[in-house]
């Protein structure tokens, strides 16, 4: 009796072994979210995993702007740390670079529409990758644009960017509206340009010289084709050009959303407000059109510091538990209308169509192969103080001030070194 007793006993031991064995292999996933605003929905998306699959997943959500402090903590518990993080960009590959898995030939990448929100590490290594992300460009009403005779086949460049814009302006006073709104310089609009458009300039300009951080200094080589779009604004609108520093963006809006002016310089965030005044089927998002060669091919401005690591220190186990849910959250009906919901438009092939038109815009933009004009401006030093000198040029330049476009040159070349130095 006691030697079957002893058996069941050494038998029991050996099944709770295994069975721990084989937790152990399935591994667990913790991450540590970024966005506050959506930890609930990571909360239930987490149970409902748990629930189909039984792999654990834990998600705590970092307090507002504590995001770098708590993942130093977290990080710190080693055979407790998040499996799952976020890393916003290049400075922030240097800093975690330890505790990033190289993701390249993982099932997740293999879903992605695009991998120019990625981040990468000196080696070339994808080791964060970005899952949603903002956009802007040239907002267009489609409604008008036809009202004057023109569709958004016409627009593939800047040359006939150009043309259509200058049609309707020219017949402005019989259609009852411009072409593009003002061109604002006052500070609640003058971002759009000293920020947003700059970052044409410099996006060309760092994709051609292979700049990965943040440069010391600028050369300006694609200037002219900021003159080109900035003249366009100006000159194809109703605003007066010698008091742009007196119009504000609510009034770019609100020429908008009256139908005064089929083009508008702004992003995705603004897709709740115009909607509510202009039809959401006559609502279209254009990159934005310079005069640089082979942007027919360019797709909007976007960006993101919105970017999943996996933790490389953590066991294999839970890498591939990480990686399957990661997987799953892209793929699954569950995981994509979430993502749809609380982050709009996901660079994935099974992301769930958006009620923002603009992000729809995108996506398809980005799905037809399109490629990404990414956030430059983000590398810009002491960016208040470069960007009142662009903005104080700006203003000289457009009020006809002679000489002033060479101060706009100084501004941003010699005005990007000055900042970079005053920072460093």
């Known amino acids: 009796m006691k030697k079957w007793l002893s058996l069941v006993l050494a038998l029991a031991m050996a099944l709770s072994m295994l069975s721990f064995a084989s937790a152990e292999e399935t591994g667990k996933v913790y991450y540590l979210n970024f966005k506050p605003e959506a930890d609930q929905a990571w909360q239930d998306l987490a149970a409902v995993y748990t629930a189909q699959t039984g792999v654990e997943v834990k998600v705590l959500t970092a307090a507002s702007g504590s995001y770098s402090t708590t993942l130093t903590s977290e990080m710190d518990k080693k055979d407790a740390a998040p499996t799952l993080f976020q890393i916003g960009n290049a400075e922030g590959v240097v800093t975690w670079g330890d505790y990033a898995l190289p993701l390249d030939g993982t099932d997740l990448m293999a879903e992605m529409t695009t991998e120019d929100f990625n981040l990468k590490n000196a080696e070339g290594q994808t080791v964060a990758v970005g899952y949603c992300y903002e956009a802007y460009g040239i907002i267009t009403n489609k409604g008008l644009l036809e009202k004057a005779g023109h569709t958004l086949d016409e627009i593939k460049d800047f040359a006939s960017l150009k043309a259509v814009a200058d049609d309707i302006h020219a017949r402005s006073a019989e259609l009852g509206f411009d072409a593009f709104t003002s061109a604002g310089l006052d500070g609640s609009s003058s971002w759009r340009f000293s920020g947003h458009l700059t970052n044409m300039p410099l996006y060309y300009e760092f994709r051609d010289d292979g700049i990965t951080e943040q440069p010391a200094t600028v050369k300006g080589t694609y200037l002219d084709a900021y003159k080109n779009i900035w003249d366009l604004y100006i000159t194809d609108s ?48 254009l990159p934005i059109y310079c005069g640089v060669e082979g942007e027919e091919n360019a797709a909007v401005c976007a960006g993101t510091e919105n970017c999943w690591a996996v933790n490389k220190q953590a066991s294999e186990a839970d890498q591939k538990a990480t990686l399957d849910f990661l997987k799953w959250v892209v793929t699954s009906d569950e995981g994509t209308e979430m993502m749809a919901r609380e982050f709009g438009p996901i660079p994935f092939k099974n992301a769930k169509a958006s009620s923002n038109v603009f992000f729809n815009n995108a996506n398809d933009q980005l799905a037809a192969g399109k490629y990404v004009v990414t956030w430059a401006f983000n590398y810009t030093p002491d960016v208040d103080n470069w960007r009142a000198g662009i903005v104080s040029a700006l203003e000289q330049y457009s009020a006809g001030v002679e000489g002033a476009w060479d101060d706009l040159v100084y501004a941003f070349v010699d005005g990007w070194a000055t900042c970079y130095s005053n920072t460093h």
């Open 238 to 285: 109703a605003a007066d050009v010698a008091k742009l520093s007196g119009y504000t963006g609510t009034d770019a809006e609100t020429e908008f959303c009256e139908g005064k002016a089929v083009f508008f310089q702004n992003g995705t965030w603004e897709y709740e407000t115009l909607s509510k005044s202009v039809n959401p089927d006559d609502l279209y998002m």
